[in-house]
């Protein structure tokens, strides 16, 4: 089963018609994993897969627009007749289970238990289902998040999640076969020295470059651009083929 990603969403910061917040599907080495639940996606992942049969859920970090539908994944396991034969592991940032419990207000987590079985991202965390192997690095966020490194049969994915600048991103992609990467900035607001917590298309098209990845998928446009003018300006600094990413859409590795 070779290494695909498929587009679930890609807005930035609200959904909007047909067009979801940031999820992805990641099929390969006998495994499938829903990476990042913005909300909208868990509707759009049912397109492609029985939800209930998902390996694993890998979450970057849990800004609502990257983790939300993981409420809707909870009602559809949990009350809509959905039922995943185990729970489904998920990956996530710490406090993930307490958070989502709240929506329920729940103060205890156990009743999520039976659906999801989480498991808190680090630096460095790495696991393998069948033949896909996750490595996560921690990037640079306004919040814990993190970048994520997808293996399977030789072919590497590497996705930013929302991150700024950083040498962890650049080692993250090092030599990916594609890179897909966030350009929610038309340009950094604050002075130089201030902590930058996202990309512009520039930043994507420099970190792909220096990562010397294959190809660039750009994502996570924000609301100052054009998910077209973000991709001929990470492509004009990659100097290498350079798409959109788009709902629907699926790409082989
Ligand atoms: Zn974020």
Known sequence: MPLTLTILGTASPHPGPDRPCSGYLVSGGGAEVWVDAGPGTFAALQRHTDPARLTAIWISHLHADHSADLLAAAYAFAFGGMTPHAPIPVYAPQDCARRLAGFFGRPDVEFLKGVFDFRDLHDGHDVRHWNLRLTARAVAHDTEAYGLRAEAQGSVLAYSGDSGPCPALTELAA??????????????????????????????????????????????????LTREAATERAAAVFGRTTFTAVEGDIHSV
């Open 175 to 224: 030599r990916a076969d594609l890179f897909l990467c966030e350009a929610d900035l038309g340009e950094h607001r604050d002075g130089e020295h201030s902590q930058q917590v996202h990309l512009t298309p520039e930043d994507a098209g420099r970190t792909a470059r220096e990562a010397r990845v294959r190809e660039l998928l750009v994502t996570h446009v924000g609301p100052t």
